[in-house]
């Protein structure tokens, strides 16, 4: 079992903790069948691997620290997240991680940002999205340079909400960073959502496929289980069909 990078140094009050949602991430990524398939996929090349949403820094450390397990070799990575606390986190997690396992791989930065608006055109081979899935009736405003809160709760709050309020049925940032799938991701690009029941997870993999057209394929690769008949969390993998699957001939 591979080891869960710590984050005993970060300050919750502003920053998501790792939760279930986390470890499903963990988990699906380096599971024996998804290892397989990531390693088919990037054989040739050290990938570029991006985590969205960082918070911590917990998912995009294990895979900086573990590549040679889940990609067969280093990785090249980087993590966005609008709150600049968690730019921080998650740079001192992955600098923690990757020391503890001697990892070859290079971490190049944390940037503060919204979703993929500051990455090239093509440039990610492995796209990862924790997103704020959680239905809410309004959807918080992107932090500004000279916000003004009326103390440090409502600033603490604001920050935190951003890792979790997702507006409408939890989907109006996870909707804004499917539109920039293609353009952001390699020919042989993946990416990899979560999705919680709330936020009908069928009729989005529906809508993706319409949305993207074309040679795009999504796929359910992991969950946390049932209840009630729904699968409670899910992991969509999103990819274009570039060369033939694993134990396919020629598409």
């Given at each position: ?119 090239y055109r093509g440039s990610v ?127």
């Amino acid at each position: 079992m591979l080891p869960t990078p710590d984050t005993s140094h970060v300050n919750f009050d502003t920053i998501y903790e790792p939760a279930e949602d986390s470890f499903l991430l963990l988990d699906t990524l380096s599971s024996p069948s998804e290892v397989q398939w990531l390693q088919y996929h990037f054989t040739n090349y050290t990938p570029l691997v991006v985590e969205v949403g960082t918070g911590s820094g917990v998912v995009i450390a294990f895979l900086a620290a573990n590549a040679d397990h889940i990609f067969g070799g280093p990785i090249a990575s980087m993590g966005i997240d609008v709150n600049p606390n968690a730019c921080a986190a998650t740079k001192q997690t992955v600098s923690a991680a990757v020391k503890d396992r001697a990892s070859a791989s290079c971490y190049l930065g944390s940037v503060n940002g919204d979703l993929c608006t500051m990455l090239y055109r093509g440039s990610v081979d492995v796209l990862v999205f924790n997103p704020p899935y959680v239905p809410s009736e309004n959807l918080p405003a992107l932090p500004v340079v000279g916000n003004n809160y009326r103390d440090k709760f409502e600033h603490d709050s604001h920050l935190l909400s951003l890792s979790y309020d997702g507006g409408i049925d939890g989907m109006e940032t996870t909707n804004r960073l499917l539109a920039q799938i293609p353009d952001v991701l390699s020919p042989d690009g993946i990416a990899y959502v979560l999705l919680c029941a709330q936020n009908k997870p069928d009729q989005v993999k529906v809508k993706i496929k319409s949305l993207l057209g074309g040679p795009w394929l999504v796929e359910t690769v992991g969950s946390s289980g049932k209840k009630a008949g729904w699968e409670k969390l899910q992991i969509v993998r999103i990819w274009r069909r570039s060369r033939p699957e694993l134990g396919q001939g020629p598409v």
